[in-house]
Structure formats: C-alpha cells, structure tokens
C-alpha cells in the first residue's frame, strides 16, 4: 500500500471513530436518566447557526486563496458573485439542489 | 405501509445526495491523486456519512495534512451532529441495541430534519427511522462511488488536465452547500446573532491563526462568546 493509500485509511478510520463518537456523545451522556444542563441545551441551540457561518467563512478563505495574482477580476469574484446567486435564489425559491447547483455553476462558468 | 412512506419522504435527500456526493466523488478522482478512488469514495462515504468532510476528504488526500489537523476539523464540522443526538434520544428510546448504534452513526442534517418531523410512535416510528437512515446513507454510499467511477473512467477517455479543466470549479458546490444551509438558518430570527458571532469568530482566527488553523481558535472564541451573553442570549 503506497503512502497516499495509507494516509486515506487513516484518515478513513479516525474520521470515522470521531465522527461516529460525536454522534453518539449525547446518548453515552445523557442516555440514562439524566437531563442534559440547561447550559448545554443552550450550546446546543446557538451553536448550530454559528458553526455554519463559521464554517462558510472558512470556505471562502480558501477561495479568497485560490485566486493566483494576475486572475481576471471575474474570475477573482466568481466566489462572492456565485455566492451572492446562491443565497439570493435560496430566499426566492427555497429550493436548496437549484440553488447550489446554479451557484455552482456559475462560479465554473466565471472562472473558466 | 412504513417503508413506502419513508422512501417517499427520502425522494428530496436522493436527488441531494445522489447528485452532492456525484460531485463529491468526481473531485476525489480527478484532483485527490489516489490509486483506486472509488474504493476510497465508498469506504469513506459509508464510514463517516457527511457532505462536507466527503469534499474536504479530496483536500486532505491531496496535501497530506496532519491526522491532528484532518481531526480538528471533523471536530468542527462534525459537532452539530452531537447536538442532534439532544433530541433523539428519547424518540430512540423503544429501539434495541444494534438498531440504536446504526441510527446514531447515520445522523445527518437531512436525516435528523426528517426523523423529528415524523408523527408516527412506538415500534412504528423506529422503523420509519431505520429505513429512513438506510435509504440516505445508500443515496449517499452510491452518489459517492458512482461520481468517482465516473471520474475514473472521464480520464481515462480525455487527459487529466483536461477532466481538470471541465470540473474546475465544482468545488465551489462545498461553499454553495454551507451558504444554503446558513441562509435557511438566517430565516429565523433568533439565528441571527449566532450566526454574526460565528462570522466574527472566524474572521478573526484566521487574521491571528492563518487559515490552516483557524477553527479551533475560532470554535473557542464562540463557546466563550456564548456562555459570557448567556443571560441576554437565552431570555428570547
């Protein structure tokens, strides 16, 4: 098995034990009988939203990268523009598959 | 009949699935630089079910970065899915053992918004949630390893600089699938200032950490953000 083979199943066994015990935590915790603290409830709750607004500045740190110096200004705004399409047709059509596939195609359209 | 009914309530996550993890399993082949890709896209699809780990799964193949950074990050991404567990576990509670252990390891976003809308009760309601689990983990397992056959075979017909060329790009589909979920969230007020606190959080991890670090940082400053506004935060 080459190295890149190796690296993968690594990744592939501790991402899944990781993933699959933060899944369960709540069950191993809270399973019994015990009521969850009210503070974790409240983590619970706010949490969601700010993770994936984190998570969506994350991503465009890693498109506000990729752009090389010397890339068209199209091209170097396809990220925000596709973006903006995206969540604008999200909030018209609430149709999540139309608005990531329109979004994404028109960033593959802006930066060829 | 309960299997009917769940496979009709499922029709929305295959399309999503099937054509997200496509994408996903296209990207694994032609830009992850792996021998036998779609061995890997359905061992990691089935293994830790989530769309966007499936995409940064390719980043990871391809830099190599460190098992502590790949597991910060599924920390990150995956933690959400903790909290879900909050309120299955009393809509679990009627389920036997080896049920319970593949309903916990299969939630996803789709998987959970579904399971909690369902009325039925009882030895029903664990069935409508097992089928449910199972039909969004296969759309899943097969839009995965079939978008990375499809990869395979699309190099080997053209050259791989041009298989690059055409998919250049559909990574964005990672950013679109997060901007979606965030504005559906945004819809409803008390999300709000989370959210902006997420932003913000992000922001500045990542002028003081660089990007490559920034989550961890970034997921302390909100927990602290958080238990410090409580008061103000929890009265809504």
Redesign the interface.
């Known amino acids: 098995m080459?190295d890149?083979?190796l690296?993968?199943l690594?990744?592939?066994?501790?991402?899944?034990a990781?993933?699959?015990l933060?899944?369960?935590?709540?069950?191993i915790l809270?399973?019994g009988r015990t009521e969850?603290p009210a503070?974790?409830?409240?983590?619970?709750?706010?949490?969601?939203?700010?993770?994936?607004?984190?998570?969506?500045?994350?991503?465009?740190?890693?498109?506000l990268?990729k752009a090389a110096p010397g890339t068209p200004a199209l091209a170097a705004a396809?990220?925000y523009l596709?973006?903006v399409l995206?969540?604008a047709l999200?909030?018209w059509r609430?149709n999540?598959?139309l608005?990531?596939?329109a979004?994404?195609a028109l960033?593959?359209?802006l930066?060829? | 009949m309960i299997l009917r009914r769940a496979f009709r309530d499922s029709v929305p996550v295959l399309m999503g699935y099937s054509t997200m993890g496509f994408a996903a399993g296209v990207l694994l082949a032609v830009e992850g630089g792996i021998a036998w890709s779609p061995l890997w896209a359905a061992a990691t699809s089935a293994a830790f079910e989530s769309g966007p780990l499936q995409y940064i799964f390719v980043d990871w193949v391809r830099t190599s970065l460190s098992i502590g950074g790949v597991l910060l990050v599924t920390l990150c991404v995956n933690f959400r899915y903790a909290l879900y567990g909050l309120s299955l576990i009393e809509r679990f509670k009627g389920a036997r053992l080896w049920q319970k252990a593949y309903l916990i390891g299969t939630i996803t976003d789709e998987t959970y918004a579904l399971q909690t809308a369902c009325k039925l009760k009882g030895r029903a309601y664990v069935v409508y949630c097992l089928a449910l689990t199972l039909f969004d983990h296969l759309y899943w397992i097969c839009g995965v390893t079939a978008g990375a056959v499809a990869g395979v075979l699309a190099q080997g017909a053209f050259s791989q600089a041009r298989v690059e060329v055409a998919t250049k790009g559909i990574d964005f589909a990672m950013t679109a699938l997060f901007l979606v979920i965030l504005t559906d969230q945004l819809r409803e007020r008390s999300n709000r200032i989370p959210a902006l606190i997420g932003f913000v959080a992000a922001f500045a991890a990542c002028l003081a950490f660089g990007r490559a670090n920034m989550l961890m940082p970034a997921v302390a400053f909100i927990v602290t953000a958080f238990m410090g506004i409580r008061r103000w935060l929890d009265g809504r």
């Open positions: 080459d890149r083979s690296y993968a690594t990744v592939l066994l501790t991402v899944g990781l993933s699959y933060l899944r369960a935590l709540p069950f809270f399973g969850p503070a974790v409830k409240y983590v619970g709750r706010v949490l969601s939203p700010a993770a994936i607004a984190m998570l969506t500045a994350y991503c465009y740190a890693g498109e990268l396809a990220p596709a973006g995206t969540v999200q909030l609430r999540p598959l608005s990531i596939i979004g994404t960033y593959m359209l930066v060829h």
